[in-house]
């Protein structure tokens, strides 16, 4: 049985969102390293005349690159945070089920040994 349905679907959304934010990040970082390189005059507002267009547009680029890496970084490391925290919980649930089983058989096997030795009077 499957537990944290809801919390795995929560992990997968966070997922695909950070992957997305990838993507896109990366394409519109590209975008405006060509519109920064085909019009230097300004992109996003910001005068790029006093430098020359590659370095203004490499600059534009690095910085959308920087901004989406610490934005999915956050989304794929939040996916992964949550589905850890699930796998953890299921180890531990297992791991109380097995030391449990070992505590009766051991209770077993020690009465079955008392019973089988003679008592002493």
Same mark, same amino acid.
């Given at each position: =049985? %499957? %537990?944290? %349905?809801?919390?795995?679907?929560?992990? /997968?959304?966070?997922?695909?969102?950070?992957?997305?934010?990838?993507?896109?990040?990366?394409?519109?970082?590209?975008?405006l390293l060509f519109a920064a390189l085909a019009n230097p005059?300004?992109?996003?507002?910001?005068? #790029?005349a006093r430098f020359s267009p590659l370095l203004g547009g490499?600059?534009?680029? #690095?910085?959308? #690159?920087?901004? /989406?890496?610490?934005? &999915?970084?956050?989304?794929?490391?939040?996916?992964?945070?949550?589905?850890?925290?699930?796998?953890?919980?299921?180890?531990? %649930?297992?791991?109380?089920?097995?030391?449990?089983? =070992?505590?009766?058989?051991? &209770?077993?096997?020690?009465?079955?040994?008392?019973?089988? /030795?003679?008592?002493?009077?």
């Amino acid at each position: =049985m %499957r %537990r944290h %349905r809801t919390l795995r679907w929560v992990a /997968t959304i966070y997922g695909i969102l950070g992957w997305t934010i990838v993507v896109l990040g990366f394409l519109g970082s590209c975008a405006l390293l060509f519109a920064a390189l085909a019009n230097p005059v300004a992109v996003l507002g910001v005068q #790029l005349a006093r430098f020359s267009p590659l370095l203004g547009g490499l600059g534009v680029f #690095l910085g959308g #690159l920087l901004v /989406t890496g610490l934005n &999915a970084l956050t989304f794929l490391g939040l996916s992964a945070v949550l589905r850890l925290l699930i796998d953890l919980e299921e180890n531990s %649930r297992r791991t109380v089920e097995n030391l449990e089983r =070992m505590r009766i058989a051991q &209770a077993a096997d020690s009465r079955a040994e008392e019973q089988e /030795t003679p008592q002493e009077s």
